[in-house]
């Protein structure tokens, strides 16, 4: 077939792209600060803060995101042929991208656990590989069954290796311009919805499903390179035990099961499911998971059911995309300002969004395309403003040292929304014939997550929340695992000075104008 030989000729140049990966990677070690010989694989928190090392960082999350998120955004114009080809109801289709949105949400503590136990490279590489099979083996599905496992268990599994350990990595390198690095990061999502939906419409129609999706695995690859490129972590050795300990363990001819569960207590972050600011701002996170996937699944749908051409409907989306790039770059751009704290940013765009998804079936009711276009392109830069901030406040509620963590809990709980979000669209689309009161449903998520972000503690100072370093815990346990310290992303003399960076240039960020 055509689009094999394409795929094996691709695959020759792989190999290529590891190489120059590889090189990249090992010039910037070359170049970084003040470097000697043998410190090549310090530990993890030797981190050297906005440097160029960050930014080649920044780099690789662009492409990871794009052949992430920015693919299963994007996935809603292989939703009509599915449909078609399976004769199957719009709310078991929706369950493809659903359990892949899921599982990589599901499995991301897994992610981070791999990530603090040995290094973010070889997880994000084998990421990579998972969601190219996931995709490739999808090609050859005879049946629904075999989608929702290529598609939404492998694929999801990969997805979820790639984003928070590079995630992590990027925010553990930045200290005054982490939201904007972020943002550039996650800028290649939108990047990547403004040219995926005329890409994927145009390999729909000259390959079909099948060679669209052959070809999709194929792009995926490039994730493996762009792991490549993040800085092997030399793992910290486990805390020794206590001398009582050692003699149980003695007794036992074995590592003791309290010692394991302490350890996977500390690489989860497990102490954060009692936090309470934590769990009030994944529950908000969860209700904007539920509506956010929503519109890029069913939106090309409601297009052409309003009567619209498929590539007038997929523009809509591409515009979407374009409009996407622009929110995040502005969001992170204003934050770093100063001029607002972070949550209220958030909460503003997060506010807009919601209101730009109820206001979608207007464009149906009226018949008007361009008033479609004009409430996608508002919903596209508020969606896209509102993505980076969601992961840049983490710190500012749990603090630098458990943000790898969180990052991996706050995934595995807002996975409930990405579960059932889209699935209740397409139960609402199956029961109402359109999908109007889908859109509004969305809306309503976020509209509601918006307010819980209201409860969160010092939501109505000006100053945010006392420094999460300098504070005791209130919550739960709260106390740090003196042997935490020297594990994961954030971790060593550097990272303690990287935090004091944070904390200092939080403060001022978190100042309200006068």
């Not at 094999?4 to 910037?28: E, F, G, H, N, S």
């Not at 530990?43 to 050297?48: E, R």
């Not at 099948?210 to 995926?220: E, F, K, M, Q, W």
């Not at 996170?285 to 051409?309: E, K």
Request: hydrophobic share 45%; net charge neutral.
């Amino acid at each position: 077939m055509e689009q094999m030989t394409w795929l094996i000729d691709y695959y020759k140049y792989l190999p290529l792209t590891t190489i120059v990966a590889t090189c990249i990677r090992a010039m910037v070690e070359a170049e970084g600060p003040g470097r000697t010989p043998g410190t090549e694989r310090q530990t993890p928190g030797a981190l050297a803060q906005d440097g160029s090392r960050g930014w080649v960082m920044v780099g690789a999350m662009f492409v990871c995101t794009t052949l992430v998120f920015g693919l299963i955004r994007s996935l809603g114009v292989f939703f009509v042929e599915l449909v078609q080809y399976f004769q199957e109801s719009a709310q078991a289709i929706s369950w493809i991208t659903s359990i892949g949105v899921a599982v990589q949400q599901l499995c991301s503590p897994l992610g981070t656990a791999l990530s603090n136990a040995y290094d973010a490279q070889r997880v994000v590489m084998t990421g990579g590989f998972l969601a190219s099979l996931g995709l490739i083996l999808a090609s050859q599905a005879r049946s629904l069954h075999h989608l929702y496992l290529t598609m939404g268990l492998i694929s999801g599994m990969g997805w979820a290796l790639v984003f928070t350990p590079i995630l992590a990595t990027v925010m553990a390198h930045f200290t005054r311009r982490r939201t904007l690095a972020v943002a550039v990061g996650f800028s290649g999502v939108g990047i990547s919805s403004f040219v995926f939906s005329p890409l994927f419409q145009y390999l729909l129609e000259t390959f079909g499903w099948r060679g669209a999706l052959l070809i999709l695995g194929g792009l995926s690859l490039n994730i493996v390179p762009c792991g490549a490129l993040i800085r092997p972590q030399r793992g910290t050795p486990p805390p020794p035990l206590s001398q009582s300990e050692g003699k149980a363990d003695d007794t036992k001819g074995g590592a003791s099961f309290r010692d394991l569960l302490r350890r996977v207590h500390r690489y989860l972050e497990l102490s954060l499911l009692v936090h309470r600011p934590f769990l009030s701002y994944s529950l908000a996170v969860t209700f904007f998971n539920a509506g956010y996937f929503v519109p890029y699944v069913h939106l090309v749908a409601h297009s052409r059911q309003t009567g619209f051409s498929e590539y007038r409907a997929a523009f809509v989306m591409s515009v979407t995309g374009a409009t996407d790039i622009v929110g995040r770059v502005t969001a992170g751009w204003l934050t770093d300002l100063g001029c607002a704290r972070l949550l209220h940013m958030l909460t503003v765009w997060t506010g807009l969004t919601g209101l730009f998804i109820v206001l979608m079936p207007l464009g149906s009711v009226v018949g008007s395309y361009w008033l479609l276009l004009a409430l996608g392109m508002g919903y596209g830069f508020c969606a896209g403003a509102l993505t980076s901030l969601v992961f840049a406040a983490v710190p500012e509620i749990v603090g630098m040292g458990r943000m790898v963590g969180a990052l991996g809990l706050l995934q595995l709980l807002e996975s409930v929304g990405g579960l059932l979000g889209v699935p209740l669209s397409g139960f609402l689309r199956d029961r109402t014939g359109s999908y109007m009161a889908s859109l509004v449903v969305a809306g309503c998520f976020f509209l509601l997550g918006t307010l819980i972000l209201t409860t969160l503690p010092h939501y109505f100072s000006c100053t945010g929340p006392p420094s999460q370093q300098q504070r005791p815990q209130e919550e739960g346990d709260g106390r740090e695992d003196p042997h935490h310290a020297g594990t994961g992303l954030l971790s060593g003399p550097a990272s303690d000075s990287a935090n004091r960076a944070a904390n200092k240039d939080s403060d001022h960020s978190q100042t309200c104008p006068a």
